[in-house]
């Protein structure tokens, strides 16, 4: 549902970013307003977050999933992911989406935005 989410917003720059004839003007707008959107989805993470905990939770129940339980917390650290939560709901949202979004903005801004002052360079 993350990826769902996330890149759904950002299916339109993709094919963009495809077409044969596109600008870089162009291609560095779009880019803008994927970015100001999934920022914006990164400072309401909590609510938007728990509007897809809850579908998950629908589609879970409907083919028969129904326990969401924490998974347990490792005393030596290891590669996995320890992150202090009291619910579900936080873990996933500490673990998975909150650093989902900012990897992809990252991603965004290094490949796309951090053109724009190469852009600016020309006259219009």
């Known amino acids: 549902m993350v ?6 917003i950002s299916v339109g720059l993709s094919s963009s970013l495809k077409l044969e004839n596109s600008d870089l003007k162009t ?6 307003c994927v970015e100001n959107l999934i920022e914006q989805l990164r400072i309401n993470n909590e609510n938007e977050f728990m509007k897809l905990f809850e579908t998950v939770k629908k589609t879970c129940e409907e083919i028969g999933i129904s326990d969401f339980s924490l998974p347990r917390k490792i005393n030596r650290q290891k590669p996995r992911n320890n992150v202090p939560a009291e619910t579900v709901e936080q873990h996933f949202l500490r673990s998975i989406f909150i650093p989902f979004l900012d990897t992809f903005l990252l991603q965004l801004r290094e490949r796309l935005t951090s053109h724009n002052t190469i852009l600016k360079k020309f006259p219009v």
């Open 3 to 8: 990826l769902t989410k996330v890149l759904s």
């Open 27 to 32: 291609a560095l707008d779009a880019a803008s």
